[in-house]
T-cell receptor, first 116, second 115 residues
Framework: DGGITQSPKYLFRKEGQNVTLSCEQN?????MYWYRQDPGQGLRLIYY???????QKGDIAEGYSVSREKKESFPLTVTSAQKNPTAFYLC???????????????FGQGTRLTVV | QKEVEQDPGPLSVPEGAIVSLNCTYS??????FMWYRQYSRKGPELLMY??SSGNKEDGRFTAQVDKSSKYISLFIRDSQPSDSATYLC???????????????WGLGTSLAVNP
């Protein structure tokens, strides 16, 4: 089945530790995105990538880092510099990136990160 | 003022009711409009996608876009308890926006359909 796989579904980490969230897609989509969802704040864009080896900061990139070494994979690292990391993180992909067309996005099932 | 406004609800209706969900927006360049459904603790799933103005129907769901009023709607006919979810609108300017074509999201409306 084609889709986007995020792992793990739940993640617990101690304050001050970096943690990496996995996102893999087999849809052959060029563009991939990371969003953060908090109650009452909707979806906020962290980073996006239109093509392999290229990525751009979104609206709330501070304290996060990404890489895009393969078309299928777009891992997100939540660093210790992120002041409020506990949230629901969503990865998405779309056929093409921002420069070529509309961007209806398809989402993974999310990772709920809790930092204690 | 946010670019996209969406009443968060919650909206509670009896089974079988017609549900109307709405978003307003301020950017006249938006031309791609989407509705997503999100169940609790799950990722959003794309329900409807509309380009420019007009109506689009898919089963019990109808999406309407009124660009003159900067207003979009999602109607759900014969609502079912399984429709209970959060509904998010999203939109983008597409090629009208140059390099800034990101999706702009509403906050989502929480819907409960009661048996």
């Amino acid at each position: 089945d084609g889709g986007i796989t995020q792992s793990p579904k739940y993640l617990f980490r101690k304050e001050g530790q970096n943690v990496t969230l996995s996102c893999e897609q087999n849809l052959n989509h060029d563009a991939m995105y990371w969003y953060r969802q908090d109650p009452g704040q909707g979806l906020r864009l962290i980073y996006y990538s239109q093509i392999v080896n290229d990525f751009q900061k979104g609206d709330i990139a501070e304290g996060y880092s990404v890489s895009r070494e393969k078309k299928e994979s777009f891992p997100l690292t939540v660093t210790s510099a992120q002041k409020n990391p506990t949230a629901f993180y969503l990865c998405a992909s779309s056929i093409t990136g921002y420069r070529t067309s509309n961007t209806e996005a398809f989402f993974g099932q999310g990772t709920r990160l809790t930092v204690v | 003022q946010k670019e996209v406004e969406q009443d968060p609800g919650p909206l509670s209706v009896p089974e079988g009711a017609i549900v109307s969900l709405n978003c307003t927006y301020s950017n006249s360049a938006f031309q791609y409009f989407m509705w997503y459904r999100q169940y609790s603790r799950k990722g959003p799933e794309l329900l409807m996608y509309t380009y420019s103005s007009g109506n689009k129907e898919d089963g019990r769901f109808t999406a309407q876009v009124d660009k003159s009023s900067k207003y979009i709607s999602l109607f759900i006919r014969d609502s079912q308890p399984s429709d209970s979810a959060t509904y998010l609108c999203a939109m983008s300017a597409g090629e009208n926006a140059g390099n800034n074509r990101k999706l702009i999201w509403g906050l989502g409306t929480s819907l409960a359909v009661n048996p």
